[in-house]
């Protein structure tokens, strides 16, 4: 058994128990990048082709227009049951990025998803966050509480032994976030969909000397210099980089805590 296949083994593993345990209570979040929408490949392979989950995309207005492009196409090809969170009210009192990284994220993204679960009552939420993307997304566990509120405690996490990922919920506890692509690196990732043929935006390709290496609102991310225009040329560009995959979004360079303070009121 390969790398990969004792990864996705995981992963699906994690996927089938949450499914069990939530069913129409829960949901994945796809924001159309690299990593979510390996997700949804491997969701699809857990139940057979079929997506039987909400899958919820948080439209901030600032994404890439080959995100919404992307988007739409596959919505249609895979027959996603697709809900567009939206914090329309921030957005018409002017919301952006212009009025800083850290309250536009609040806004834009964690108030719009709090909005999505109370309106919908979901009580778990599939993220595709890895351990070696972030220094503070490192800290989560598969099986993360979030309480009412949507804060994070990241001081006083589950433990998680022997493939126990589960947790009892405790009384203050409103809904986890679970995630089924944990122990992957961004290396597997492109090596998976290789592997797997899935279906990528032509952002992470370089054109004329640069590409993303991370996805998301248009004025928060910038390319970086590369000239791997195929996934092989991304995979040997990963095995001899020293560059932070992160390097390109705006709000990681600002200030160190950030992320950490983001996460703990319940970013993404």
């Known amino acids: 058994m390969s790398d990969l296949d004792e990864l996705e083994n995981q992963s699906i593993f994690i996927i089938r128990e949450a499914y069990w345990r939530y069913r129409a209570k829960l949901a994945v979040l796809w924001s159309c990048g690299k990593d979510s929408t390996t997700m949804l490949y491997l969701i699809r392979k857990a139940f057979l082709g079929d997506i039987p ?9 600032f994404k890439f227009k080959e995100i919404y492009k992307f988007r739409d196409n596959l919505v249609k090809k895979w ?51 890895r351990r070696d993307e972030h220094a503070i997304r490192a800290k989560e566990r598969f099986w993360s509480p979030r309480d009412k509120d949507f804060k994070w405690d990241y001081q006083n996490q589950p433990l998680e032994m022997w493939a126990e990922f589960s947790k009892a919920k405790e009384e203050n506890e409103i809904h986890f976030r679970i995630h ?24 992470y390709f370089a054109k004329k000397g640069k590409r993303y290496r991370s996805i998301g609102c248009e004025p928060c991310c910038e ?21 932070a995959e992160r390097t390109g979004r705006a709000q990681d360079k600002e200030k160190a805590y950030m992320m950490q303070k983001l996460r703990t009121l319940g970013y993404m």
């Open 79 to 129: 027959h996603l049951k697709l809900i567009v969170a939206k914090n329309e009210l921030a957005l018409k009192e002017g919301m952006s990025p212009e009025k800083g990284r850290f309250e536009c994220c609040n806004a834009l993204k964690t108030e719009a998803l709090k909005q999505t679960i109370k309106k919908y009552g979901f009580q778990a939420l599939f993220l595709a966050i």
């Open 223 to 243: 390319p970086v210099p590369s000239e791997a225009n195929t996934i092989d040329k991304i995979i040997k560009e990963l095995e001899e980089t020293k560059i």
């Open 53 to 61: 989950l909400s899958v919820i995309h948080i439209d901030t207005s």
């Open 180 to 203: 089924p692509l944990l122990s992957w690196r961004e290396i597997d990732i492109w090596g998976y969909i290789k592997r797997e043929k899935i279906p990528i935006i032509n952002l």
